[in-house]
């Protein structure tokens, strides 16, 4: 583009006044000129650089660009000035504080071609920058994080309902130290689905955007409550025990709850149900409460509903003391009744019949009661009168087949179906019986149920029942223990009071040893049972395994609490995630090795989850390390060694022979330098890994080369700062020695012109004086120049 200009750039009638108001800055320079700038018009973009008129006319345009994009500009200016360009150049102009804007350039010529004059309109595009590089990073997020986490389903549990989306890795940093480490996390946490939130001092330290959405506030507003001023969230129903729960977390209590539901408040005034994980956590080395919530108000309000509705139902259909059922007449092609189908009945059915509900629904009266058909009473015939003419009948009869007396009601609603009101009238000997049976189908219920199911004799602290499917889990057979003391075989030594002390029914969760010793975790529900004079029998569990679900809980409250934790130090968080492992995975020992080479050697360094630290050169690892099998595979891909004592290596590997190894199981971590680390599990038997193991070595790893990579970049700026420092020491010392040397001259040329001119001065001619005197005053000049140069040595030193 060109504009016509006859003589010089008149910015002022070029471009309107309004264009101050513009985020331009329009400038005239001398392209022959070192690119000196001879015109300005002023605007807020100016005011933003920090610059004034005066400071920037006459000086080079190529001062104001970035040392990086100097170049960059002169090419483009090279390529596009005798043509005109629609593509505008990017590149960093510096502030006068130092800040670096982002701006674009468009250059103009005169129409004269003779002008050496060029008209910039610089643009700030700053803004528009840093979105790009927000979104930039923001997909490299999500990158790092699909790779990190495995592609499979999110799991749904019974208690909670928690939906692992990402890892650990799913997890929070309250330090903006960690750059890398801290990006992920708190991309983790404001995506997260759940509300999470530090609570120090009575004050959220850390709300993140779901937990400020539930409640209907900012974050910012939460987060500039006053002392206590969360206390507003919590309604009237719930604020004792939860003030009470936040409170004693924030003081580090140990008898604490951490998972609860409870009542809040929203910003509106509208009350919410909340189900809350809290636990206390070390916040800038104090206390807090680290808290994590779902909204289960929709949730709460449908089951409240759905109780609502089952109650009013129930409270007449179960307290009915007749026995109620519902039924389909079955007719044969002459529309005779020769059968009928059970569709309904209440409890009180199977109490007077001693036949099973679940096992009668949507069968036949002649599969049920075989023989029925055949039966003097004749029901067949006269429940189908009942349903065809719609007559109600009222009758006492004997069922054979029921060995049973009834008083029967029987009406029909609607044509072809009836249904009947009935009362057991048998003695009491036949009502036993029935409930005996009733009881033996419950069992034979039981041992096909999908849940488990196990029986607690109190009094003799004995297993007294235990389904199949519960057997399964723990791979155990029923005669293995039945009967044992629950305490000597396989109920965790620290739940045996949690299981038994109670004598109310309630929710559990508790730790349990299979067969070969593995730990699982169950939930359920505790039901205890008592005889007729309310002594404590048994209790009864319907359990669920829970154990993966457990783990996922650990490995997130770990990992946050290790990010909350981390330092500076890499070689100490490195430490942090070494102890995790141990804990997460149940190993003996943690081994981290990590190859470290110089210009003259090369060797292993390996870190111990007992903090320890031992130095191999390269010849004794590889020679006498079982960790060397591990390189030789080469790939990063977990792998597990078994009866590893009975290797070569078992004489020769010191952890192997002192702690009596026999299995492990470890990854390779290849940084981007091509590098290799190594983080192995050892085991004083031989391990089982399951897949979740495998999950949790992989998020560990990863979070250790991040630290490794700020470990190394910590080495290296540590190195460079030695250099400098033996540099400035020479410096000082030259500029010393040289000014001593020069000063020790000085000395004797100055006292011997002082001599000369106060002993003979009479017998020297005035040219000659005046020579003299120069001499001395230069020597004088020259004195004083050295010692300035001796103080900076003395500044420099110190």
């Known amino acids: 583009m060109r504009y016509e200009n006859k003589n010089n750039w008149n910015l002022d009638s070029l471009f309107p006044s309004y264009i101050k108001s513009m985020n331009n800055l329009f400038l005239v320079i001398n392209s022959k000129k070192d690119y000196e700038i001879k015109l300005i018009k002023d605007g807020i973009f100016l005011k933003k650089l920090g610059y004034s008129f005066k400071s920037l006319i006459r000086t080079s345009f190529l001062d104001l660009i970035h040392a990086d994009d100097v170049k960059k500009f002169i090419s483009h200016f090279e390529n596009h000035i005798n043509i005109y360009s629609n593509h ?25 071609d003779d002008k050496e004059e060029l008209l910039l309109i610089i643009t700030n595009i700053s803004k528009q920058k840093d979105l790009e590089f927000q979104l930039k990073k923001t997909k490299q997020n999500l990158e790092d994080i699909a790779k990190i986490v495995p592609n499979r389903k999110a799991r749904k549990f019974k208690t909670g309902q928690i939906k692992l989306q990402v890892p650990v890795d799913d997890l929070l940093s309250t330090e903006q130290k960690l750059e890398e480490s801290d990006e992920k996390f708190r991309t983790i946490t404001e ?25 209907g506030y900012t974050k910012e507003e939460l987060k500039n409550l006053p002392p206590h001023g969360y206390s507003k969230l919590f309604h009237k129903e719930s604020f004792d025990f939860v003030m009470e729960q936040t409170k004693r977390k924030q003081a580090g209590y140990s008898e604490v709850i951490n998972h609860y539901n409870w009542k809040g408040i929203k910003k509106s005034g509208e009350s919410i149900w909340l189900e809350s994980f809290s636990k206390t956590v070390t916040y800038k080395k104090r206390f807090a409460d680290f808290v994590t919530l779902f909204d289960i108000t929709e949730k709460k309000e449908i089951e409240d509903r759905l ?70 009473a004749n029901w067949i015939n006269k429940y189908g009168e009942v349903a065809l003419n719609r007559t109600p009948i009222n009758f006492e009869s004997y069922a054979k087949p029921l060995d049973q007396w009834f008083h029967v009601l029987a009406y029909s609603p609607k044509k072809g179906w009836f249904a009947t009101i009935f009362t057991n009238i048998t003695k009491l000997k036949k009502v036993e019986k029935a409930l005996m049976e009733s009881e033996n189908r419950y069992r034979s219920l039981i041992e096909t149920s999908s849940i488990g199911v196990m029986e607690i004799d109190v009094i003799n602290n004995k297993i007294s029942f235990i389904n199949s499917t519960l057997l399964k889990i723990l791979g155990y057979k029923e005669e293995e223990l039945i009967g044992i003391q629950i305490r000597d075989k396989i109920i965790h030594s620290q739940d045996l009071v ?25 939930s359920g529900r505790r039901i205890p049972q008592f005889d007729k004079s309310g002594n404590f029998l048994n209790v009864r569990f319907w359990l669920d395994e829970i154990t993966e679900k457990k783990m996922y809980e650990e490995l997130i409250i ?72 591990f390189f030789l595979e080469g790939h990063d891909f977990p792998q597990t060694f078994l009866d590893i004592h009975k290797k070569k290596y078992a004489q020769t590997d010191p952890f192997i022979k002192n702690l009596n190894i026999k299995g492990c199981f470890g990854k390779i971590i290849k940084t981007h330098d091509a590098s290799e680390s190594l983080l192995c599990v050892y085991y004083k038997d031989n391990p089982i890994i399951t897949g979740q193991n495998k999950l949790v070595l992989f998020l560990i790893c990863d979070a250790i080369e991040i630290e490794q990579r700020r470990w190394q970049v910590q080495q290296d700026l540590e190195k460079q700062n030695l250099s400098l420092d033996k540099i400035n020491k020479l410096k000082t010392e030259l500029f010393s020695r040289t000014s001593h040397e020069l000063k020790t001259p000085l000395i004797s040329i100055k006292g011997f012109t002082e001599l000369l001119l106060t002993l003979h001065k009479n017998k020297l001619d005035s040219e000659l004086i005046s020579i003299i005197e120069e001499i001395r005053d230069g020597g004088a000049r020259l004195e004083k120049i050295i010692n300035l140069l001796l103080e900076g040595t003395k500044l420099g030193a110190d």
């Open 307 to 376: 109780k609502e509705s089952e109650a009013k139902y129930h409270l007449l259909f179960d307290n009915l003391t007749s026995a109620f059922a519902f039924h389909k007449i079955i007719l044969d092609e002459k529309d005779q009744p020769i059968d009928y189908e059970f569709l309904e009945a209440n409890p009180a059915f199977e109490k007077q019949t001693g036949l099973k509900i679940s096992e009668i629904i949507g069968k036949r009266v002649t599969e049920v009661l075989p023989g029925i058909e055949n039966d003097p």
């Open 498 to 522: 949690k299981l038994l002390a109670s004598h109310e029914e309630r929710e559990i969760e508790f730790r349990i040893f299979d067969k070969l010793g593995n730990l699982k975790w169950l």
């Open 191 to 215: 995506e997260s689905l759940m509300g999470i939130g530090i609570i120090q001092d009575d004050q959220f330290k850390y709300v993140n955007e779901r937990l400020a959405e539930i409640f």
């Open 88 to 112: 505008p150049l990017e590149i960093q102009i510096l502030a006068r504080e130092g800040k670096v804007f982002w701006v674009t350039v468009d250059i103009l010529k005169s129409e004269e």
């Open 558 to 629: 770990e990992l946050n609490i290790n990010f909350l934790n981390f330092t500076e130090d890499s070689r100490n968080n490195i430490e942090l995630l070494i102890n995790t492992c141990k804990k997460l995975l149940n190993g003996n020992l943690i081994l981290y090795a990590h190859k470290k080479k110089t210009e003259q050697s090369e060797s292993y360094e390996i870190l111990t989850s007992d903090n320890q630290t031992f130095i191999y050169d390269t010849t004794e690892f590889t020679k006498n390390l079982f960790l060397n099998e």
